[in-house]
């Protein structure tokens, strides 16, 4: 997250990181109690080797009572997502187990109605991703509020160019935005998680390209098929 903020602990008891020998990559959140939403390209370059996720952390090194490592059953990436664009960025990830539930690791409910969320609405983005543009790492969750800009402005020419489909939504990246590291996490927009943010490589903090997220609307029922599929 860059020109954000330290995060209250725990005011965000969904959020998750994938992990990697111990080493943060991604962002995710908690959807059900076994499963955690984060986006596709994240698995990129770890050659089939499952993630490991956090929940219940502020910090990334330091004990906290209520932080936990869980292993991961299965992962699955959307069908459509793919190394080339944008399109369908979404990871569902299996816990080995039901996640332990309390203040500190919640469920996030996600938007089900297919509707935009109007432009020049504040949302907030969380990620334990680079806080600098040399790519400082933090060790606690940072946070910021955007406000979402409208597909047509995002596909501007000289925005992102006509690839903003209706599966995805943007906000403004001036200044404060996300950044490496804080993709697959949720864009929080009324306290209902509206968008992941996508994970293809992208400039961070630069006005002309915008922030992208996949909207979660379209995806509701590939995601309960997903894990009604798997259930049991
Ligand atoms: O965050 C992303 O957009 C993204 N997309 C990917 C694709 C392949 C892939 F192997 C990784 C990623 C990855 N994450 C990262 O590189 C994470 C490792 C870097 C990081 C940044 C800040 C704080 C901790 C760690």
Not at 93 to 100: M, T
Not at 127 to 135: F, N, P, R, V
Not at 179 to 204: F, H, I, M, Y
Request: aromatic share 6%; net charge neutral.
């Amino acid at each position: 997250i860059l020109g954000g903020y330290e995060a209250r602990p725990h005011l965000r008891p969904y959020m998750a990181s994938l992990q990697l020998d111990g080493q943060h990559v991604c962002g995710g959140f908690l959807i059900a109690e076994q499963w955690v939403l984060s986006a596709a390209h994240c698995t990129e370059g770890t050659n089939g080797k499952l993630f490991q996720v956090l929940l219940g952390a502020h910090s990334l090194s330091e004990p906290e009572p209520h932080k936990r490592l869980y292993r991961v059953r299965t992962q699955i990436a959307h069908p459509g997502s793919n190394i080339h664009n944008n399109r369908d960025d979404l990871l569902l990830l299996q816990l080995e187990e039901k996640a332990e539930l309390n203040a500190h690791v919640k469920v996030l409910p996600f938007q089900r109605e297919d509707r935009d969320v109007e432009a020049d609405t504040m949302c907030e983005v969380a990620g334990w991703g680079t806080i600098t543009h040399s790519g400082r790492r933090p060790d606690k969750l940072q946070q910021v509020e955007r406000p979402v800009i409208s597909r047509e402005l995002c596909n501007h020419r000289t925005r992102h160019d006509q690839t903003i489909t209706e599966k995805m939504m943007c906000t403004d990246s001036r200044k404060k935005d996300t950044c490496k590291g804080d993709s697959g996490g949720p864009l929080v927009c009324n306290g209902v998680a509206e968008g992941v943010v996508t994970a293809g490589s992208r400039v961070c903090g630069n006005y002309k390209k915008p922030a992208i997220y996949t909207r979660i609307a379209p995806y509701a029922a590939w995601i309960d098929g997903v894990m009604a599929s798997a259930a049991g």
